[in-house]
């Protein structure tokens, strides 16, 4: 799938984020060699994902929760 979205010129820069519940090394590596921006192990944790998501798309760290009115900030 990552070669895929490398060949599709509007989804190249797509930051993806594998989920999987498989582990171990080599599926890890094999990802990120493939072009994921990142490799989570199942289950996974709210928190990591908000922070790998916006580490993802280049946010900095947000020290306080977004609130209803906030969201033009995330």
């Excluded at 990552?2 to 989804?11: F, G, S, T, V």
Aim: net charge positive; aromatic share 4%.
């Amino acid at each position: 799938m990552m070669e895929r979205l490398k060949m599709m010129p509007a989804l190249a820069i797509t930051p993806v984020i594998i989920v999987s519940a498989r582990d171990g090394l080599g599926n890890q590596k094999r990802a990120l060699d493939a072009g994921a921006k990142a490799f989570l192990q199942k289950p996974v944790d709210d928190a990591e994902l908000v922070a790998v998501v916006r580490q993802a798309l280049g946010e900095g760290v947000r020290k306080e929760a977004p609130t209803f009115y906030d969201l033009g900030r995330i």
